[in-house]
């Protein structure tokens, strides 16, 4: 449908009609993380905003199901803390671990507070785990409560930069209204979730690395972005409820019924799945599961078991087919690097939280899936809400009378041009659904990056170059949706990018990252890989010198505790 000549003049970049606000803090993002750090931010007394591409509450993640949280008692924090060091095989930093287990746990009892109900064990709360859309609905009311603003179906697309190059706020499109908006703030934080590359995973396809494409284009780094496969496991019938709980009880078979098994020393050996299905189709039945087992997964993995009862299958007894489901850096690890306890960036005034943060510090290059990343969430909101606050009071009340250029380009505009879409020739939009699926095509499959090689990656990279240098062109720009929809290809080509080109740069298998053709762990690569660049990708080692310690890299700025190499400025197709 075109859209009225009168609507795609509320598009332009100059249009009189932009809604032009202004904040002290912008929080971008609509799940627990940018809940959290608006609450946080707004305790300080500033005035805080947040816009969020779908209507807080419902989008995201967390809100489409339940979720467990890291937030032992007391007298099991020392326990907790040594575990996830372990399963981060030493890249995970103890003072990081420690400081999300405490501020989780101290937080939980004001989202009952709040009004959420968790369950009681003698007279006591049991904040184990949360409902996801009930616990989603309480934090919107919070916001509501203390006065955040709230922008629903407002997606963020571009940062907003002063002349220092500090962030000065953002720009974005309102869908039900069909105009552009302008925030102007003085500080901003990224908490607009990871890529999962719109595998239909629940809850993922608001989740398109937008926010690790906006803190590139302002000067920030990305880190660990190798480690963004990650995959679950769902039924093949409906491959988007990636829920692995009830599988834990399951008997996997081929075609012909013929046993897997797929246990080492007694537990399932990680690789089993990936392996078994790049052979041939793989069935699940949950025959081991007992009574009891069968309550709770009817129960407390409800949403789990539901896609079995709308099909009238009975798990225990029937096989199902069963398929992986890419979901990317959401339960991986990658994304903005983080300067310092207040989950600062590389940009003044830019900081990030949840999964739009990179998670190294509390899983290394393992997945940080489900309590873990719901605790990081938690935490590292309020840490940045609570760091934008008073980096907003420190510019005082010029804050949002700085001089602001936008910072966007792929997807919104092509490189140095001064001309307006109505003036482009057809012949150089780019089709946004296409580079879709181009960077789908390179991004699913298993055999391409949950097995890993350098040639592999470099004929990957070398089709992600072609689809980049597409969507430099000009876009179409007749409706707000497409904006949106050629940002959204923009980035997840971006994200695409990233991840591979650094996953060609560690040379080794540790954790969810693995090389085929560097099958062992290297104890000598004990680094973090910062990543980063637009036409010209690079890839940096910040050497881990102290567990206990962050370990930041720009020790002329002060920061401490690593030491950087120079970056290695290439290409992505020269390893």
Known sequence: MTAKKEDKELLRADSENELQLTADVLVIGGGPAAAWAAWAAASQGVKVIIVDKGFLGTSGAAAASGNGIMAPSPENWDKVLSERYRLGKNLANLRWIERVIEKTWLSLPLVEDWGYRFPKENGESVRQSYYGPEYMRVLRKNLLRVGVKILDQSPALELLLADDGSVAGARGVQRQNHCTYTVRAGAVVLANGGCAFLSKALGCNTNTGDGLLMAVEAGGELSSMEASNHYAISTAFNATVTRGVPFGWASFTDEAGNDLGGY????????????????????????????????????????????????????????????????????????????????????????????????????????????????????????????????????????????????????????????????????????????????????????????????????????????????????????????????????????????????????????????????????????????????????????????????????????????????????????
């Open 264 to 575: 080492v020393n007694g537990r399932r050996d990680p690789s089993f799945l990936p392996n078994a299905l790049l052979k041939g189709p793989v069935y699940a039945r949950l025959d081991r599961a007992t009574p009891e087992v069968k309550a709770v997964i009817e129960k407390s993995h409800f949403i789990a078991y539901l896609p079995y009862k709308k099909a009238d299958i009975d798990p225990y007894t029937e096989r199902v087919p069963i398929t992986l489901v890419l979901e990317g850096t959401v339960r991986g690890t990658g994304g903005i690097r983080l300067t310092d306890d207040s989950c600062g960036t590389k940009v003044p005034g830019l900081y990030a939280a949840g999964d739009a943060a990179s998670r190294e510090f509390l899983a290394g290059l393992a997945s940080g899936g489900g309590g873990p990343n719901a605790a990081w969430a938690i935490s590292t909101g309020q840490w940045a809400g609570v760091g934008a606050a008073a980096f907003a009071r420190s510019l005082g009340d010029h804050a949002n009378k700085r001089v602001a250029r936008p910072a966007g380009q792929a997807g919104l505009r092509s490189p140095g041009a001064g001309r307006s879409s109505s003036q482009s020739p057809a012949s150089e939009t780019f089709d946004s659904e296409a580079i879709v699926r181009g960077v789908q095509a390179e991004m699913f499959p298993l055999e391409k990056n949950y097995l890993r090689s350098e040639q592999g990656l470099l004929d990957s990279l070398a089709k992600l170059e072609t689809l980049w240098q597409q969507v430099q062109a000009q876009t179409k720009q007749d409706t707000v949706r497409d904006l949106e929809f050629s940002r959204r290809a923009a980035s997840l080509t971006a994200v695409a990018r990233w991840a591979y080109f650094s996953a060609l740069h560690r040379t080794e298998t540790r954790s969810e990252h693995i090389r085929v053709d560097y099958p062992e762990t290297d104890p000598n690569q004990h680094y973090y890989q910062a990543t980063g660049g637009l036409e010209k990708l690079w890839v940096r080692r910040d050497w881990i010198t102290n567990a206990l310690a962050q370990p930041l890299v720009e020790i002329a700025s002060g920061e401490r505790n690593a030491i950087a190499t120079p970056p290695l400025l290439t290409t992505q197709t020269t390893p």
